[in-house]
């Protein structure tokens, strides 16, 4: 199963907004609505951000929002902060009952 | 609150052997589905298994098939990843997460939602002579 595939790198100023794309194919991002983003600090655990595709966890804030159009997701964070500077991973159920991640994309806030 | 601790990482050989454990606490780890992800120094997230709230259900990834087992015991509320033919490609931080959601009935076990939530502070296994 190949990693899902995402840009090495995103910036963005304080207040705008980004987007995070996450491609595979119609045997994981395509065929199923399991995709799931998860935000890393360095030296921290992965934090959950979104789940099946659209859906935010109590306590994340609503400027982190995901989609998804035929075999890519993304992710959208608006409203830029400081704070959000960190690695973002997507992962997706494949239609082998296992998952895949994506390679990682380092947001940087200029 | 939900807690996971892993323990058991350490520094092996290559061919060598490792048995990591995940306590849970804080939910009624029973219920839940439970999976092992790892991340190579530097580098990103990898799906290695997940195991059905019964046990009856697990998928690896093509990395570790057959030289990994992933286990459970529901009266301990522990997660198990036997690690065998160890190779220095397997080094790095192993990290057990609760999740996906997932079912079974009578018909077999199926999953539900896509969140791993929470995850534990990972456990480092350094393959290295």
């Known amino acids: 199963q190949s990693a899902l595939t995402q840009p090495a790198s995103v910036s963005g100023s304080p207040g705008q907004s980004i987007t995070i794309s996450c491609t595979g194919t119609s045997s994981d991002i395509g065929g199923y609505n399991f995709v799931s983003w998860y935000q890393q600090h360095p030296g921290k655990v992965p934090k959950l951000m979104i789940y099946?595709?659209?859906k935010r966890p109590s306590g994340v804030s609503n400027r982190f929002s995901g989609s998804k159009s035929g075999n890519t997701a993304s992710l959208t964070i608006s409203g830029l902060q400081a704070e959000d500077e960190a690695d973002y991973y997507c992962t997706s159920y494949t239609r082998i009952s296992t998952w895949v991640f994506g390679g990682g994309t380092k947001v940087t806030v200029l | 609150q939900e807690q996971l601790v892993e323990s058991g990482g350490g520094l092996v050989k290559p061919g060598g052997s490792l048995r990591l454990s995940c306590e849970a606490s804080g939910f009624s780890f029973s219920d839940y589905y439970m999976t092992w992800i790892r991340q190579a120094p530097g580098k990103g997230l990898e799906w290695i298994s997940y195991i059905s709230s019964t046990g009856t259900v697990i998928y690896y990834g093509d990395s570790v098939k057959g030289r990994f087992a992933i286990s459970r015991d529901n009266t301990r509320n522990s997660l198990y990843l036997q690690m065998n033919s160890l190779r220095a490609e397997d080094t790095g931080v192993y990290y057990c997460?609760?999740?996906?959601?997932?079912?079974?009935?009578?018909?077999?076990?199926?999953?539900?939602?896509?969140?791993?939530?929470?995850w534990g502070r990972g456990t480092l296994v350094t393959v290295s002579s």
């Open positions: 997460a609760k999740g996906p959601e997932g079912y079974c009935s009578r018909t077999g076990c199926y999953v539900a939602s896509s969140w791993f939530d929470p």
């Open positions: 099946d595709v659209t």
